[in-house]
């Protein structure tokens, strides 16, 4: 059964921790991305991978890290760096290359809460 | 110039009338306009998406207008269903460029009335 799974669907933390997020596709997809999502606002890219071993700041990288060691596998971390990490995030990931789609299918998320 | 602006950000509807999203963008560079179905608490579904080298593309009952010249585009939903009601986004993309990033709508949060 082919997908994307994120992992946990619900996180807390205390303020001051890092968390990670972790996401695994088995889609043999190249790209992989992180959005994130708050209340009436659209999904802003945080970072995406075209390929292992390499990944790119989207557009509000600050306070985050990820890591792409693996094709199936880019988990995120929030660090006690990120202002207002409270918030849902969501994983995709496409065929990507040059040649490939890049239409982007995404995991189910997970919700963090940070107190 | 990396902005997708959509409208409205809610819209009723009565079971079997027409629901329409409205974007525009401004960088002529993009090249694929998908729309996403999100429904609470899930991630967002890939419903139907347009290149600019078509005014219209039909699937089922969802339906992409695309104006060139305008720099808009916009879903139409017709007959639409209490089924329908959720959250949709509009997006845009460089597809060969920049890892196929996509710059998401605000979102519009739609509920069809039995």
């Known amino acids: 059964d082919g997908g994307i799974t994120q992992s946990p669907k619900y996180l807390f933390r205390k303020e001051g921790q890092n968390v990670t997020l972790s996401c695994e596709q088995n889609?043999?997809?190249?790209?992989m991305y992180w959005y994130r999502q708050d209340p009436g606002q659209g999904l802003r890219l945080i970072y995406y991978s075209q390929i292992v071993n390499d990944f790119q700041k989207g557009d509000i990288a600050e306070g985050y890290s990820v890591s792409r060691e693996k094709k199936e596998s880019f988990p995120l971390t929030v660090t006690s760096a990120q202002k207002n990490p409270t918030a849902f995030y969501l994983c995709a990931s496409s065929i990507g290359g040059t040649s490939g789609s890049h239409e982007q299918y995404f995991g189910p998320g997970t919700r963090l809460t940070v107190t | 110039q990396q902005q997708v602006k959509q409208s409205p950000q809610s819209l009723i509807v009565q079971k079997g009338g027409i629901s329409i999203i409205n974007c525009a963008y401004e960088?002529?560079?993009?090249?694929?306009f998908p729309w996403y179905q999100q429904f609470p608490g899930k991630g967002p579904a890939l419903l139907i998406a347009?290149?600019?080298?078509?005014s219209e593309k039909k699937e089922g009952r969802f339906t992409i207008s695309f104006n060139k010249s305008a720099k808009q585009f916009s879903l139409h939903i017709m007959d639409s269903q209490p089924g329908d009601s959720a959250t949709y986004f509009c997006?845009?993309?460089?597809?060969?460029?920049?890892?196929?990033?996509?710059?998401f709508g605000q979102g519009t949060e739609l509920s069809v009335k039995p």
């Open positions: 997006a845009a993309s460089i597809l060969y460029n920049q890892g196929g990033k996509l710059i």
């Open positions: 889609l043999n997809h190249d790209a």
């Open positions: 960088n002529t560079a993009f090249d694929y």
């Open positions: 347009i290149r600019p080298d078509v």
